[in-house]
T-cell receptor, first 111, second 111 residues
Framework: KQEVTQIPAALSVPEGENLVLNCSFTDSAIYNLQWFRQDPGKGLTSLLLIQSSQREQTSGRLNASLDKSSGRSTLYIAASQPGDSATYLCAGGDSWGKLQFGAGTQVVVTP | NAGVTQTPKFQVLKTGQSMTLQCAQDMNHNSMYWYRQDPGMGLRLIYYSASEGTTDKGEVPNGYNVSRLNKREFSLRLESAAPSQTSVYFC??????????FGSGTRLTVV
């Protein structure tokens, strides 16, 4: 069974600093790796999806990498802003679309 | 707006009562899912439906039943609610991974 871990559980950074969020998974036969953002009391918003054959995906200030051999994915957010404050969840997906989630990293960006 | 719609948004049940959570998507996705989210934990899969007419158990199916009424609708039923089912429930749809879209959630309290 795939297990997904996110460390740290919480992170606080000053505005402008780059954010680095870590995700580790146990089963390297992962179909894809997805990153989501969740604002308090809201649903999840998809940020980036990396297929198992890819090494990274980029969208604006966001870049996510995938290293299947080490069981790790990293989400980079450049030049953080207070609006980036949220909980970020990573999830490993199988070929049926089922996701195994980590517990998330709660990010606070201080002005 | 295109997306996943969940009803109700909030519900309080007494132990032993039953209820059905409704979910509908208008993106013509084949796959639909029900997850629950508990404090300090990632989302866990309850049931999923890979296509109209099929349903399968996820990680935590006990105490729940589902119905894939048609391609658009996927409902989750609690036959006899228990306090352990107090949680936030999310419905989602996708096309085998890419294009994962979540609803805004149902906050359920069982007293």
């Amino acid at each position: 069974k795939q297990e997904v871990t996110q460390i740290p559980a919480a992170l606080s950074v000053p505005e402008g600093e780059n954010l680095v969020l870590n995700c580790s998974f146990t089963d390297s036969a992962i179909y894809n790796l997805q990153w989501f953002r969740q604002d308090p009391g809201k649903g999840l918003t998809s940020l980036l999806l990396i297929q198992s054959s890819q090494r990274e995906q980029t969208s604006g200030r966001l870049n996510a990498s995938l290293d299947k051999s080490s069981g790790r994915s990293t989400l980079y957010i450049a030049a953080s802003q207070p609006g980036d404050s949220a909980t970020y969840l990573c999830a490993g997906g199988d070929s049926w679309g089922k996701l195994q989630f980590g517990a998330g990293t709660q990010v606070v960006v201080t002005p | 707006n295109a997306g996943v719609t969940q009803t109700p948004k909030f519900q309080v049940l007494k132990t032993g009562q039953s209820m059905t959570l409704q979910c509908a998507q208008d993106m013509n996705h084949n796959s639909m899912y029900w997850y629950r989210q508990d404090p300090g934990m990632g989302l866990r899969l309850i049931y999923y439906s890979a296509s109209e007419g099929t349903t399968d158990k996820g990680e935590v199916p006990n105490g729940y039943n589902v119905s894939r009424l048609n391609k658009r609708e996927f409902s989750l039923r609690l036959e006899s609610a228990a306090p352990s089912q107090t949680s936030v429930y999310f419905c989602a749809s996708s096309e085998r991974g890419p294009g994962y879209t979540f609803g805004s959630g149902t906050r359920l309290t069982v007293v």
